[in-house]
Nanobody
Framework: QVQLVESGGGLVQAGGSLRLSCAAT????????MGWFRQAPGKERQFVTT???????YYGDSVKGRFTVSRDNVKNTQYLQMNDLKPEDTAVYYC???????????????????WGQGTQVTVSS
């Protein structure tokens, strides 16, 4: 069982940066693939990025080159560094986890059994 808690959301102007954190409980964090998704008002939840236990990453096209995902397996935490933020990045950002000992492009919501409560990111123009 894994519990996830996101933090770091807030209000930022376009072009600015934010770093989200996702703290996980559980002793086997290093065997989990982690992901970030986001959901804007009135829209479906969208894949942002995923990172394997060993640090291999994959990004959605809309954030490639602007967002960077990382993880610290000692601190049981993953991070999402978001640069050059745009108004269209405004959404609730969710951390997700699934057991995975090898890298996979886990881009679907249904591939993750564990979710955080979400953190709001608002980008003003």
């Amino acid at each position: 069982q894994v519990q996830l808690v996101e933090s770091g959301g807030g209000l930022v102007q376009a072009g600015g940066s934010l770093r989200l954190s996702c703290a996980a409980t559980g002793r086997t964090f290093s065997t989990y693939a982690m992901g970030w998704f986001r959901q804007a008002p009135g829209k479906e939840r969208q894949f942002v990025t995923t990172i394997s236990w060993s640090g291999t990453t994959y990004y959605g096209d809309s954030v490639k080159g602007r967002f960077t995902v990382s993880r610290d397996n000692v601190k049981n935490t993953q991070y999402l560094q978001m640069n050059d933020l745009k108004p269209e990045d405004t959404a609730v950002y969710y951390c997700a986890a699934r057991y995975a000992i090898s890298f996979g492009r886990y881009v679907e919501e249904g591939e993750y059994p564990y979710w955080g409560q979400g953190t709001q990111v608002t980008v003003s123009s």
